[in-house]
């Protein structure tokens, strides 16, 4: 190549590197291909395009680029990453680490390389001690990046360390507020430690959802996750109005203790609601109302109000009206119950995103 | 021997002071004596970008220059005997000559007034140009324009019309002909910086280029700067780790603050499709505060697109009241991609049969069960934003039309 060449070359790459940066992938799988076109023999170019077919969701031709940046540059670790990545996508978790041994042959001093294996090894989910320690390895390199303090944290997750795994995504927090799997990370350890009326960490983990979604608009699997959390929320308070709502129609009598019993009773559930959603900002108070009386879960938020509002009229009325307002009461709570989706399977549905 | 060790003294001083006219002008004379006259021209060439009147530049251009230093001896016959040239010719000599060295000096097209650096456009739409899209247009009269027409009434409610203005929307949507359109309502000439220059300014010299087009802009004055795919420009510094943006972010607020020069008369506009990926600083008050929504062409600006796009073809009987009405929620490039798609069909049915035949509803309706709109990965991150993401209420507009098209 003349000189010329060689920086219109580079000028190429560069650019290309700056599409990948921006995540426009599909043009930057375009200038490379026609790059590669000219000019075959460059490895940085395969590997820029492997990073960039795994960015369009190709993993089987970002695999292939990889394969051929490491025929080009097998001394080099950029490759053996890219390849392990791309088998990794494919589900080949075997092949996944040991392209990121080689990599971690080819260059034990880069970091990237110690993560790269640790991940596969995690995804995996076998030889958690491994894992630990290229994490460890990763961490000791790079003590400033925030992905390798997360990846830390998720192998100490995976041996079970929980607040070793929390220290971990703090750290990683800590280095950049704004890095997006760190805060998905620790929403999840709250919404593990969520128990039913733990609404405490129930709001925790949709607030740390909600600010993976703002930290990265792109995660999709946190804004479900938000979603998901809220309507969590609303299933639990729904059970637990359904609650009350039928032992208050147990109350029998027509003292004035016996009138008070069911409302006192109400106050369960709306403490439950006022800590989960004192402990939420303005805007996902507001969003777990919208989330609450549109769609599908609309019907049975309202059959529930009306539940609430016909025991506290069957409580103060006389006679008969209050064995009709509170059997209705109760009827109408149990269709709230049946219209929603099952809470086990809405916890189950809530997604981890991975880095 | 004696002049060839003058000519590389001076060339050597012209590198050194390549902004000197003069000795520019000295070499390019001595390059002409000696018989140099490609390079003698190329160096007048340069003198004419720096100063465009130079008679004796011209004149060497022009290839007069012979003549004019033979003048004191030349005889009245000789001289009229070369027929004299009009202005024109001078000037169209030039112009061949020069193509590839100095902007032309006429265009037929749209104005070009600075083709050395950027193309700068005069201003020729008007937002009337633009076909429906009245909201778009009620919310950049309300932000922009009104407060730019009524200086007494912006000086009376404190408003100020310092910093720019970022139009965020969909892609395909028109914020560049829209840009375009409101250059013109403020008849300012129009630079845009395309995407790719924009890339260029993270593998460049990013600060000089970003101080080179609002120079030009400032020469050119009224003039709008138009910053198109923004968030490659101005990438959240939590994405920047291994990139060279942050000086260039630097650069365009220390432009737009017009710390240098005197920014009277140059409006920034910048357009994205993720105002969400934009740096803060950029979005800080007396830089792109000012924001508005471009959605997807509503029904009367579909029918303006649907039009424009089929005119010049052969058609028959097409509803675009039917069409407009099963395009909601689609681009205008989805709407072009739909028409090229039909005349597409009815080519290669007429290259069958043997007939050429006019487009007709059919080929549409098929066109459009074949395009879907390409706004839904967009409209996914945008919910996800207006979701959760709107804590100062800046994606109001967005969350409600999200609601309305029930994707939030």
């Known amino acids: ?355 | 021997m004696g002049s060839e060790h003058l000519l590389a003294s001076l060339r050597a001083a012209v590198d050194a002071a390549p902004d000197d006219v003069e000795l520019r002008l000295h070499l390019a004379e001595l390059l002409a004596e000696a018989g140099q006259r490609q390079e003698a021209v190329r160096e007048a060439a340069q003198v004419l970008v720096r100063d465009p009147q130079n008679e004796k530049a011209l004149r060497l251009v022009s290839g007069d220059h012979e003549k004019v230093e033979r003048s004191v001896e030349q005889d009245e016959v000789e001289l009229t005997a070369v027929p004299e040239r009009d202005d024109d010719d001078v000037l169209r000599s030039l112009d061949a000559q020069l193509s590839d060295i100095a902007p032309p000096m006429f265009a037929d097209g749209p104005v070009i007034v600075d083709k050395d650096a950027w193309d700068i456009e005069a201003p020729t739409l008007r937002l009337a140009d633009v076909g429906g899209m009245q909201e778009v247009k009620a919310r950049l009269e309300a932000a922009y324009l009104a407060p730019l027409r009524n200086p007494e009434l912006r000086e009376l409610y404190g408003m100020s019309l310092h910093g720019g203005l970022l139009l965020y929307g969909p892609p395909g949507c028109g914020k560049t002909f829209i840009a375009r359109a409101l250059a013109g309502e403020l008849d300012a000439h129009f630079l845009p910086v395309a995407g790719a220059d924009v890339l260029d300014m993270w593998v460049g010299q990013s600060e000089r280029n970003l101080h080179e087009i609002f120079e030009a802009a400032r020469r050119n004055r009224p003039c709008v700067v138009f910053l198109d795919e923004l968030d490659a420009l101005g990438l959240k510094r939590s994405q920047q780790r291994n990139t060279g943006a942050r000086g260039t972010i630097n650069q365009l607020l220390y432009e737009m603050d017009g710390v240098e020069g005197d920014n009277e008369g140059v409006f920034v506009f910048g357009a994205t499709n993720h105002p969400w990926d934009v740096d803060v600083a950029l979005q800080r008050p007396g830089r792109f505060d000012r924001t508005v929504l471009v959605l997807p062409p509503d029904a009367p600006a579909r029918d303006a697109i649907l039009r424009y796009h089929l005119r010049n073809r052969p058609i028959a009987n097409i509803d675009t009241g039917k069409l407009v009405e099963q395009t909601e929620g689609y681009s205008g490039a989805d709407l072009a991609h739909i028409c090229n798609t039909a005349a597409e069909r009815a080519l290669l049915d007429s290259a069958r049969s043997g007939t050429a035949r006019m487009i007709e509803m059919p080929d549409l309706e098929a066109a459009l069960s074949e395009v879907q709109s390409s706004i839904g990965p967009w409209l996914q991150t945008a919910k996800n934003v207006a979701q959760y993401g709107n804590e100062d209420g800046r994606y109001d507009e967005l969350l409600a039309y999200l609601r309305k098209r029930r994707v939030a």
């Open chain 1, 1 to 355: 190549m003349s000189g010329d060449t060689t920086q219109e070359v580079q000028l190429q790459l560069e650019r290309a590197q700056a599409l990948v940066a921006l995540g426009r992938s599909e043009e930057a799988v375009s200038m490379l291909h026609q790059l590669i076109a000219s000019e075959p023999e460059i490895a940085p170019a395969w590997c820029l395009l492997a990073q960039a077919q795994g960015g369009v969701g190709d993993a089987q031709a970002a695999l292939a680029a990889a394969e051929r940046a490491t025929a080009l540059a097998p001394e080099n670790d950029w490759p053996h990453r890219l390849r392990s990545a791309a088998l990794q996508q494919l589900g080949d978790l075997d092949g996944a680490i040991a392209a990121a041994r080689e990599a971690v042959a080819a260059d034990p001093d880069n970091w990237r390389t110690h993560r790269r294996l640790a991940i596969c090894m995690i995804v995996a989910k076998r030889d958690a001690g491994d894992a630990l320690q290229a994490a460890e390895r990763a961490v000791a390199l790079a003590p400033n990046e925030p992905s390798a303090h997360h990846t830390l944290g998720a192998a100490h997750e995976m041996r079970g360390n929980h607040d070793e795994a929390d220290r971990c995504f703090r750290q990683a927090l800590a280095l950049d507020p704004q890095y997006s799997p760190a805060h998905d990370a620790l929403a999840h350890r709250q919404l593990a430690a969520s128990g039913f009326g733990r609404a405490g960490n129930l709001a925790a983990a949709a607030t740390g959802f909600r600010d993976a979604v703002r930290a990265d608009p792109r995660a999709d699997d946190s804004a479900t996750n938000v979603e998901r959390v809220l309507q969590v929320f609303i299933a639990r308070l729904s059970y637990l109005i359904f609650l009350i709502v039928w032992l208050g129609s147990r109350i029998r009598g027509d003292t004035l203790g016996a009138r008070i019993a069911p409302l006192l009773l109400l106050a369960v559930p709306a403490a439950f609601a006022v800590r989960f959603l004192s402990r939420l900002a303005p805007d996902l108070r507001k969003q777990t109302a919208y989330v609450a009386f549109h769609g599908k879960l609309a019907a049975s938020s309202i059959a529930q109000t009306v539940a609430v509002a016909l025991l506290i009229l069957g409580a103060v009325a006389p006679g008969e009206g209050r064995s009709i307002g509170l059997g209705l009461a109760v009827l109408s709570s149990l269709c709230a119950r049946l219209l929603l989706p099952r809470r086990r399977s809405l916890l189950s549905r809530i997604r981890r995103a991975r880095a």
